[in-house]
């Protein structure tokens, strides 16, 4: 059982940085593809990114690419979500998450994942 524990979220001004963190612990972690999911109030949840189990294919939304990066350390257990400029739509509970597999695709066409952090809260102030 893979679990997830995410920190670095907080209040920032918009144009501000920040690093999004995830611990995980348990099986495999270095096997399975990994990615972010945020969740804005009264919305759905909704794709942010995802890298591949070796870290060398990562997939963006289109509103994260170009202004947010992931990436992994597989001797940490660590995976990050590096946001620059960030927007006050970019205002939600972000989420870490595991696939089963170690493709993007096992990632990305998931109809759930097995695996997910508690989430950390981003606000972005105008």
């Known amino acids: 059982q893979v679990q997830l524990v995410e920190s670095g979220g907080g209040l920032v001004q918009a144009g501000d940085s920040l690093r999004l963190s995830c611990q995980a612990s348990?099986?495999?972690?270095?096997?399975?593809?990994m990615g972010w999911y945020r969740q804005a109030p009264g919305k759905a949840r909704e794709y942010v990114a995802v890298?591949?189990?070796?870290?060398?294919?990562?997939y963006y939304s289109d509103s994260a690419k170009g202004r947010f990066t992931i990436s992994r350390d597989n001797a940490k257990n660590m995976i990050y979500l590096q946001m620059n400029s960030l927007k006050p739509e970019d205002t939600a509970v972000y989420y870490c998450?595991?696939?089963?597999?170690?493709?993007?695709?096992?990632?990305?066409?998931?109809?759930?994942?097995?695996?997910w952090g508690q989430g950390t809260q981003v606000t972005v102030s105008s």
């Open positions: 348990g099986p495999n972690f270095r096997t399975k593809a």
């Open positions: 998450a595991a696939a089963e597999g170690s493709s993007t695709t096992d990632f990305i066409g998931a109809p759930s994942l097995p695996f």
């Open positions: 890298i591949n189990w070796s870290g060398g294919t990562t």
